[in-house]
C-alpha cells in the first residue's frame, strides 16, 4: 500500500507559523529546521500558542544568515543564526529540562515588544541534548523542542471526516503536522499504521497525538475560536478516550535524505 505526500511544513520557532516546502530534508530530529528555536519566558519555561495565540502570525522564513521573521505592525527581524555564542542557558519544555543557547539582545526585544511581555529566542546548540521518550528510543533518538517527538503525520482523510461534523471547516494547519498524506484509506486509520519508508529511511508511527485548546486558534488571525474542535474530537472520535488528531513519528535513517511533494511512500 502506497501513500502520497501532499504537505511538508516545518516550523523554525515552536509555536509560531510554519513554513510550507515541495522538497524537505529529513533525518532522526525531524525536518530539517523544525522547532531549533524557541521563545521562553524569564524563567525559561517554553512560550505556546495556548497562551499567545497571537504566535500564530510570527512568520518566519529562511535566509542566507539564518531566519527573516515578520509579525503585524512589527518591522521585519533578521536573525544570525551563524553568529557565534557561547552562552547557554536552562530551558524547559513540558517535563523536559535542558541547556539552550541564548541569541541578540535584539532579537528578544522584537519579540518582547509583540508579545508585549518579556521574552527571549533560544537555540538548541551544541550541548543541548533532550531524548525521546525512552519506551520509544532505538538507537539514542533526540527531540529539539517540538512537543515530545520529531514528526507528526496526518491524514487528509480524518480533517475531511472531522469537517463534516463542525459547523465551520477548519484547515490541516490547526493541527500543526510537519507530513500531510493522502490515501485511499479511510479516516483515522493512521492511527493503527506502523511506518512509512523507501529505500532510504524508515518513519515508525509510534503514538497519536493527544490534542488541546491550541485546536482552537486560527491560524491565520491568530485568534482562539473556542473549544468545538477539540470537544468534536473527543466526543464523537475518541482514542482511548482522549481527543487525538495524526500520529507521532521517528525516522530511522542512517543519513539525511530528502522528501517531495508528491511522493510516494510505503504504507504498512
Not at 527581524?77 to 541564548?102: F, G, R
Not at 508585549?116 to 541534548?129: A, E, I, M
Request: with cysteine.
Amino acid at each position: 500500500m502506497n501513500v502520497t505526500i501532499t504537505q511538508l511544513i516545518s516550523y523554525p520557532i515552536k509555536s509560531c507559523a510554519g513554513i510550507q516546502h515541495q522538497q524537505a530534508t529529513i533525518d532522526t530530529m525531524g525536518l530539517a529546521g523544525d522547532r531549533q528555536l524557541m521563545l521562553v519566558d524569564e524563567n525559561g519555561l517554553f512560550l505556546s500558542q495556548r497562551k499567545y495565540p497571537q504566535m500564530a502570525l510570527i512568520e518566519p522564513t529562511f535566509s542566507k544568515l539564518g531566519l527573516m521573521v515578520n509579525a503585524p505592525s512589527m518591522e521585519p527581524l533578521s536573525i544570525d543564526l551563524q553568529q557565534p555564542t557561547d552562552h547557554s542557558t536552562h530551558v524547559k519544555v513540558w517535563q523536559d529540562s535542558l541547556l539552550a543557547e541564548s541569541l541578540q539582545p535584539n532579537v528578544n526585544q522584537w519579540f518582547s515588544d509583540y508579545l508585549n511581555t518579556s521574552v527571549r529566542l533560544v537555540k538548541y546548540g551544541k550541548k543541548s541534548h533532550r531524548p525521546i521518550d525512552p519506551d520509544f528510543v532505538e538507537n539514542g533518538e533526540t527531540v529539539a523542542f517540538a512537543d515530545g517527538y520529531p514528526l507528526l503525520i496526518a491524514h487528509e482523510a480524518t480533517l475531511d471526516q472531522l469537517n463534516q461534523q463542525l459547523e465551520e471547516s477548519i484547515r490541516m494547519d490547526r493541527f500543526r503536522p510537519n507530513i500531510v498524506l493522502k490515501s485511499d484509506l479511510t479516516a483515522w486509520e493512521e492511527l493503527n499504521w506502523k511506518s512509512l519508508s523507501d529505500d532510504e529511511f524508515v518513519i515508525e508511527l509510534v503514538k497519536p497525538c493527544t490534542r488541546c485548546v491550541m485546536t482552537g486558534v486560527e491560524q491565520t488571525t491568530g485568534q482562539q475560536t473556542g473549544t468545538e474542535v477539540l470537544k468534536t474530537l473527543k466526543q464523537k472520535f475518541a482514542h482511548q478516550d482522549k481527543a487525538v488528531f495524526g500520529i507521532n513519528g521517528i525516522a530511522r535513517t542512517q543519513n539525511a535524505t530528502e522528501l517531495n511533494i508528491g511522493q510516494k511512500l510505503r504504507l504498512i
